[in-house]
């Protein structure tokens, strides 16, 4: 069983930078990849960045490439998203997801336990 605990969100001016923070409990977190998933209102949710159980392989959205970089420390069982140069387009509830796999898992459906979400505005 794993617990996640995301913190960080809030409410930002267009260019602005946040930095997202996912806590897990448990001792196996480096058993697990790590994603995070957002969905805005209307939408459905999609995938914005994931990382294998080192670190070694990442994964971004084509919308976030070259903003957003996702990494981990799993001494402190935290997986980070740096959100930069945010657009209103951004704006949505971001949730971090555990998967028990040793891959670089970036479909929600692969994924076995999930945070309640942080809110993420970016104003224009």
């Known amino acids: 069983q794993v617990q996640l605990v995301e913190s960080g969100g809030g409410l930002v001016q267009a260019g602005g930078s946040l930095r997202l923070s996912c806590a897990a409990s448990g001792r196996t977190f480096s058993s697990y990849a790590m994603g995070w998933f957002r969905q805005a209102t209307g939408k459905e949710r999609e995938s914005v960045a994931a990382i294998s159980w080192s670190g070694g392989r990442t994964y971004y959205a084509d919308s976030v490439k070259g903003r957003f970089t996702i990494s981990r420390n799993n001494a402190k069982n935290t997986v980070y998203l740096q959100m930069n140069s945010l657009k209103p387009e951004d704006t949505a509830v971001y949730y971090c997801?555990?998967?028990?796999?040793?891959?670089?898992?970036?479909?929600?459906?692969?994924?076995?336990?999930w945070g309640q979400g942080t809110q993420v505005t970016v104003s224009s």
């Open positions: 997801g555990a998967a028990l796999s040793y891959g670089l898992e970036y479909e929600g459906k692969e994924y076995d336990y």
